[in-house]
């Protein structure tokens, strides 16, 4: 019997006035995808749509074999990183993080350790009791990062969930994300900006223009291709294909 898709998005349609957005793919269960595309191109709706976010205008989105199309966030067992970390400043970080096991936080022992296991994973360990706005922003994306990495859902969305580490930092928590990818057997969908991190991570490229997708294809020799405009244009005159010849 065919395995249902992890992710599916059939014919799904989004607009607000003159922006517009309607994607189909699917992805198989496990797998990493980086999404790419111009500021603009509907990468963080595709996400959004995902997530229950936005609802769709047409078409039909399935999580892990299951119709989730009117379903509330909370219901469709995914964990979502944002680009501005989306953490309550009132409370601490930990409390942020037990948050993500149970809105109301009746959380215990061995759910406070997962926490605080979390923490010691992306590097703040002994942090607990820090309050949010006390953090440097790369700080606060880690504790949105061990958030999610806490709740263990079978689908995984990251929203440029790197953008404010440095390249050092960045590659760890890349790292980290991949295992924790595989102890629970997520399927990932990773909007980015940087190809390198999207070739080092993902299986699979969405390439994203003008609220459509202009490219599905494998990771690798992805950006060596030369027949995709748009992704001439996003990658810029400078950009070197593998081998040295300018794309």
Not at 18 to 44: C, H, M, N, Q, Y
Not at 117 to 142: I, W
Not at 167 to 180: H, K, R, S, V, Y
Request: hydrophobic share 45%.
């Amino acid at each position: 019997m065919t395995q249902e898709p992890a992710i599916a998005f059939e014919d799904v349609a989004f607009g607000i006035g003159d922006l517009s957005a309607a994607f189909s793919f699917e992805r198989a269960a496990g797998s990493v995808t980086a999404i790419l595309g111009p500021s603009g191109a509907g990468k963080s709706t595709l996400l959004n749509l995902a997530a229950g976010f936005l609802t769709p205008s047409a078409g039909r989105i399935g999580l892990n074999g299951k119709d989730v199309t009117r379903l509330a966030p909370s219901e469709r067992g995914v964990s979502m990183v944002f680009q501005d970390n989306n953490l309550f400043a009132h409370l601490d970080i930990r409390t942020n993080i037990g948050l993500g096991l149970d809105p109301a936080l009746r959380l215990d022992r061995t759910a406070w350790s997962q926490v605080d296991h979390a923490l010691d994973r992306v590097g703040l360990g002994g942090f607990g009791k820090r309050m949010p706005a006390t953090l440097s922003g790369g700080e606060q994306q880690r504790v949105a990062l061990a958030r999610a990495f806490v709740r263990r859902r079978p689908v995984l969305l990251l929203d440029e969930p790197f953008d404010g580490l440095g390249p050092g930092l960045a590659a760890d928590m890349l790292d980290l994300m991949l295992e924790i990818r595989a102890e629970v057997g997520a399927t990932v969908l990773m909007v980015t900006h940087d190809p390198d991190e999207a070739s080092a991570a993902a299986d699979q490229i969405l390439f994203i223009a003008r609220g459509r997708i202009a490219a599905d294809a494998p990771a690798a020799g992805f950006f060596d291709r030369a027949d995709l405009p748009d992704l001439l244009a996003y990658l810029g005159n400078g950009a070197k294909r593998r081998g040295g010849a300018t794309i």
